[in-house]
């Protein structure tokens, strides 16, 4: 994806938040960079759809996204 900023996260867990997914990028240290952020909410059964875009301000970030991104899963849930 040579020239995108925009990251497509899957398998997001269904009890995700906007909040949570938030906190969880800012934990890998995105903070600073995500313009745009967007996870789908089902609000019939008040679940997220299971995937999030997220946009960041340069390739490089994307790409650094992707990478911690691949082959991980986000915990199930936060204490």
């Known amino acids: 994806d040579a020239g995108s900023t ?3 996260v899957q ?3 269904s009890n ?3 909040r ?3 906190k969880a990028l800012w934990e890998m240290g995105f903070k ?3 313009d745009l952020f967007y996870l789908p909410f089902h609000y019939r059964n008040k679940t997220n759809m299971g995937y999030a875009f997220v946009n960041v301000t340069s390739e ?3 790409t ?3 990478s911690k ?3 991980q899963q986000l915990p199930n849930s936060w204490s």
């Open 6 to 8: 925009t990251v497509m």
């Open 11 to 13: 398998n997001v867990p």
């Open 16 to 18: 995700y938040t906007q």
């Open 20 to 22: 949570m997914m938030l």
């Open 32 to 34: 600073a960079c995500i």
């Open 60 to 62: 490089f970030e994307a």
């Open 64 to 66: 650094l996204l992707r």
């Open 69 to 71: 991104l691949e082959g």
